[in-house]
Nanobody, 120 residues
Framework: QVQLVESGGGLVQPGGSLRLSCAASGSIRATYAMGWYRQSPGKQRELVAT???????NYADSAKGRFTISRDNAKNTVYLQMNSLKPEDTAVYYCNADILLMTIRVDNVWGKGTLVTVSS
């Protein structure tokens, strides 16, 4: 059983910063691509940023210049540093990862999400 657990969400004022963390645990041999997605009420889940095992990152246009994704392969953890937050960044943020299990099978796993609210 593998799970992703997000943390770091909360209430922040416009212009503020938050750092999200997502740790993978379980019978893990390695983690491949990891990423963050978000979903606002009434909207579809959308990509925020992804990062591959070599550290190459990809960002949605809405995140470029404000958000930074990083990872610690030794800890099977991915981070999302969010700066200059706007009210429109309010959403539930979900972690996603392609995980190589000890059984030599790759599973795509989602976390349960962490709520980020940007409001004054």
């Amino acid at each position: 059983q593998v799970q992703l657990v997000e943390s770091g969400g909360g209430l922040v004022q416009p212009g503020g910063s938050l750092r999200l963390s997502c740790a993978a645990s379980g019978s893990i041999r390695a983690t491949y691509a990891m990423g963050w997605y978000r979903q606002s009420p009434g909207k579809q889940r959308e990509l925020v940023a992804t990062i591959d095992s070599s550290g190459m990152a990809n960002y949605a246009d809405s995140a470029k210049g404000r958000f930074t994704i990083s990872r610690d392969n030794a800890k099977n953890t991915v981070y999302l540093q969010m700066n200059s937050l706007k009210p429109e960044d309010t959403a539930v943020y979900y972690c996603n990862a392609d995980i190589l299990l000890m059984t030599i099978r790759v599973d795509n796993v989602w976390g349960k999400g962490t709520l980020v609210t940007v409001s004054s």
